[in-house]
């Protein structure tokens, strides 16, 4: 899999030139030269790391970082060209995962990345958010995404998603869904499963009525897509 970053650097010369260096490395890089345009993108896509501009045109770094880290957990690299020890201070405790002074070697910068995604990786497979699309499924945190906005379900409702989105792809009947969800007792009978999944929709499908996440095998049980948008 091809990683994707996005760099938040107004310096457009140096912008490209980080474009140019990591897409030779083998990475999807996305650019944006303003706060707001990378809130935008990073609502719209899925990217596997940020590199962050701490000195912005329209906002300053710290904030956006503080507004990506309550909406993601995305790694972030800030990028800093301030002195103060201070300011790397406070990016690190806003939840960047690291920082680099300007100037830099592209060659530093890329190591840094690797170091991140090798320290994200030897996490445990259940710390590790699921990602489908536009979907993101953060088990660590018990917090679920569209778009990069919460979405408010029961703790019940999530483990149940969560038993769907890890078995992908796979059928699952209801009395498979409460043996795989520990914790409240349902009654088959009066089909709650049921309701929990109509309003898991609703928090998840662009249209419930329509869902393309979650799909209704008749007389099987459930399905959780494998490819989503």
Known sequence: MTERILIVEDDSRLAEMLEEYLGQAGFRVNRAAFGAAALEQLASSVFDAVVLDLTLPDMDGLDLCRQLRAKSAVPVLMLTARGAATDRIIGLELGADDYLPKPFEPRELLARLRAIWRRSSARTPADRPLRFGRLE??????????????????????????????NAGRVLSREA??????????????????????????AIEDDPKAPRRIITVRGAGYVFARAQD
Not at 160 to 166: G, I, K
């Open 137 to 166: 499924i953060d088990r660590a945190g018990h917090a679920l995404r569209l778009d990069g906005d919460l979405r408010s379900v029961t703790s019940y409702q999530f483990s149940l998603l969560v038993a769907l989105a890890e």
């Open 177 to 202: 869904l409460m043996d795989l969800v520990k914790g409240e007792q349902l009654e088959m009978f009066d089909r709650s499963i049921d309701v929990h999944i109509s309003r898991i929709r609703a």
